[in-house]
């Protein structure tokens, strides 16, 4: 395999209009250390324009995005879904705007007692938040560790999750995975370590693709925002991150993502949130808004990173 540091879509990853999409391509693909000078510019800039500066210019004077009394409702702009992008982008509680965003999190959904206590709620809001707020730059907060000590006990049998009633779990609860990826190795305890290896074990055994019904249409395209929802892509990202890119059985969905790249070594955004297919076991009660940073059926810098941040992991385990 070519190494991807040398690939020729590497410099449209570093053009200068996007930041996050500049940072994550010096520090994950070129391979320079955070120290670098070049590096510290380019993530002092993923708040001053881009993505990340849009988001945060939608963000109201006390913290929140679209309603004051709901954190999670209206799907997909309301402040869950534009923290869950600002985590996804690289930036902590060193930015205001986080800051603000966590205290709400944290007086609404980590009060205990409180009117909508996320400890009581499900795994996929769980393990969102969790990584949300680890991303920010909160992972020794008590509240935080309990979102994970909740992960490891909300574990099935068979080593996956599900966001509903079942004694199995699914592919489409990849959360708490996503969720332990974004812990540090020093901040993993055993059993969370145990828990990651049974949750990956049942990822890498279904092959990312395979939970035992028909196949599903919307999980072999690729999205971003993915919001609580699952594609091939997701999987990738989330098992090479646990450090799983050695694993021979991840190599259909690798297959399946390499052949969707285009010639010019790019990738392409393929649906936008809700994308849901005839077998989807739900449906959703209320109509939701999309919302997305790129243009469905366009070439995406954001798919096109983080595919080449998978081929990169896997490129480094072999």
């Given at each position: 395999m070519q190494s991807v540091r040398h690939e020729p879509v590497i410099d449209w990853l570093l053009e200068e209009n996007q930041p996050a999409v500049r940072y994550f391509t010096l520090v994950d693909l070129v391979e320079r250390g955070k120290d670098d000078s070049e590096?510290?510019?380019?993530?002092?800039?993923?708040?001053?324009?881009?993505?990340?500066?849009?988001?945060?210019?939608?963000?109201?004077?006390?913290?929140?995005?679209?309603s004051a009394r709901s954190l999670y409702l209206p799907k997909y702009t309301s402040t869950n879904w534009m923290s869950l992008i600002l985590s996804d982008l690289g930036l902590g509680r060193e930015?205001?705007?986080?800051?603000?965003?966590?205290?709400?999190?944290?007086?609404?959904?980590?009060?205990?007692?409180?009117?909508?206590?996320?400890?009581?709620?499900?795994?996929c809001v769980v393990g969102n938040t969790a990584r949300m707020l680890t991303r920010f730059g909160y992972v020794d907060d008590f509240r935080v560790r309990k979102l994970f000590d909740r992960l490891v006990e909300d574990q099935k049998e068979?080593?996956?999750?599900?966001?509903?009633?079942?004694?199995?779990?699914?592919?489409?609860?990849?959360?708490?995975?996503?969720?332990?990826?974004?812990?540090?190795?020093?901040?993993?305890?055993?059993?969370?370590r145990n828990s990651i290896e049974r949750g990956a074990e049942?990822?890498?055994?279904?092959?990312?693709?395979?939970?035992?019904?028909?196949?599903?249409?919307?999980?072999?395209?690729f999205h971003y925002p993915n919001h609580y929802y699952y594609d091939i892509l997701v999987g990738l990202d989330v098992i090479t991150r646990l450090g799983y890119g050695y694993d021979r059985r991840l190599k259909w969905a690798l297959?399946?993502?390499?052949?969707k790249?285009?010639?010019?070594?790019?990738?392409?955004?393929?649906?936008?949130h809700p994308?849901?297919?005839?077998?989807?076991?739900?449906?959703?009660?209320?109509k939701a808004k999309s919302f997305s940073l790129e243009k469905a059926g366009r070439p995406s810098k954001w798919i096109t990173l983080t595919a080449l941040r998978v081929l990169n992991r896997v490129e480094k385990a072999s």
């Open positions: 590096v510290r510019q380019t993530y002092s800039n993923i708040s001053r324009k881009g993505w990340a500066f849009d988001v945060l210019s939608m963000q109201k004077r006390k913290g929140h995005w679209q930015e205001r705007g986080v800051r603000k965003a966590a205290d709400l999190f944290f007086n609404q959904w980590l009060a205990v007692p409180s009117m909508r206590n996320i400890f009581n709620d499900e795994v068979d080593g996956g999750w599900h966001c509903f009633e079942s004694s199995s779990g699914s592919l489409d609860c990849w959360e708490a995975l996503a969720a332990f990826s974004a812990l540090p190795t020093s901040r993993q305890t055993r059993k969370i049942f990822y890498l055994e279904r092959r990312l693709c395979n939970d035992g019904g028909g196949s599903y249409a919307p999980w072999f395209r297959d399946m993502m390499v052949k790249r285009r010639r010019n070594g790019i990738w392409l955004l393929d649906k936008v994308d849901l297919g005839p077998g989807a076991e739900y449906r959703l009660r209320r």
